[in-house]
């Protein structure tokens, strides 16, 4: 399983950012996938999560903020980011986790930074 991601940069504090991830094969349509995000020195953490039936779950940070989607015909995973913040700097990271086998498989991770 390859997980890619795109869409980060630098973006002014207010603004908005569409994430994206393409996952290869078949696994997104079976699997629960989602975002994490980490910066120097931290831990990576939960932005939010989509089960494989959609039913969702957010970071309190991410809640009213963030959306989470995903298009199984396109094999493909998002994050729509809006009212950021400079606190949401971060690396972000695009994950799978086949329960199957109880195995999580990770994207190499889009820079996204707000600053003026």
């Known amino acids: 399983v390859e997980l890619v991601e795109s869409g980060g940069g630098l973006v002014q504090p207010g603004g908005s950012l569409r994430l994206s991830c393409t996952v290869s094969g078949s696994g997104i349509r079976s699997n629960t996938v989602g975002w994490y995000r980490q910066t120097p020195g931290n831990q990576r953490e939960l932005v939010a999560t989509?089960?494989?039936?959609?039913?969702?779950n957010y970071a309190a940070s991410a809640k009213g903020r963030f959306t989470i989607s995903r298009d199984n015909e396109k094999s493909s995973l998002y994050l729509q980011m809006n009212n950021l913040k400079p606190e949401d700097t971060a690396v972000y990271y695009c994950?799978?986790?086949?329960?199957?086998?109880?195995?999580?498989?990770w994207g190499q991770g889009t820079q996204v930074t707000v600053s003026s």
């Open positions: 989509i089960t494989k039936i959609g039913i969702t």
């Open positions: 994950n799978l986790y086949a329960a199957f086998w109880d195995r999580d498989y």
